[in-house]
């Protein structure tokens, strides 16, 4: 079963705005990752913050993380078109040997 | 660093035949996952591998499908026997260890007729 579950599945803003998608999960994590995948592209990876931390920056990214309510949330500010894409959450569980489990998906379209 | 690199970019195999899906990964990074994407849905993983070693193959069917991943030259994802159902986007990643982000091809695209 999937273990990340995004939210809203698909959102539409304006350039210039701010997009906000919401990640849960179930079981315990080492780390939490998002990534972004373009159409017929493969996914690449914006941000990865750890268990311990409940913040992290990337120029216009922002990750927070809350393991209390297991949950994630990316923020993209000052949208552009090229940020249209999909974006996925991923879980890594801890131990060795673990593997990202990856959610179903937000599809981002910013209209320019 | 070319990044990982994935071939071919689009397989068109008539049913009953075999897939062979041919990944390597970026130059230092010794993990290798396989997944696979259906239109509209997330990845599923199917395998994880490091050199020579099958680590998790959880999400491997038990039939028809193995991968491998030699101390000389790329990992393979092999389908045998593909059927309609076998069609979809079969992306691999690779990482230089646990605890870090992955780096992924550009997916193969199975199509079955």
């Known amino acids: 079963s999937q273990q990340g579950e995004e939210d809203p599945q698909a959102l539409s803003i304006q350039e210039g705005e701010n997009a906000t998608m919401n990640c849960s999960y179930k079981?315990?994590?080492?780390?939490l990752q998002w990534y972004r995948q373009n159409s017929g592209r493969g996914l690449v990876h914006l941000i990865l913050i750890r268990s311990n931390e409940r913040e992290k920056h990337s120029g216009r990214l922002r990750v927070t993380l809350d393991t209390s309510k297991k949950s994630s949330s990316l923020l993209i500010t000052a949208s552009r078109a090229a940020d249209t894409a999909s974006y996925f959450c991923a879980t890594a569980p801890p131990g060795a040997n673990s593997k990202l489990t990856f959610g179903k998906g937000i599809t981002l379209s910013v209209r320019p | 660093n070319a990044g990982v690199m994935q071939n071919p970019r689009h397989l068109v195999r008539r049913r009953g035949q075999e897939a062979r899906l041919r990944c390597s990964p970026m130059k230092g990074h010794s993990h290798v996952y396989w997944y696979r994407q259906l239109p509209e849905e997330g990845l599923k993983f199917m395998v994880y591998l490091q050199k020579e070693n099958i680590i998790d193959e959880s999400g491997m069917p038990k039939e028809r499908f193995s991968a491998e991943f030699p101390k000389e030259g790329p990992s393979i994802l092999r389908i045998q026997q593909v059927v309609r159902g076998d069609s979809a986007a079969y992306f691999c990643a690779s990482s230089p260890g646990q605890g870090y982000g992955y780096t992924f091809g550009s997916g193969t695209r199975l199509t079955v007729v």
């Open positions: 079981t315990s994590i080492n780390n």
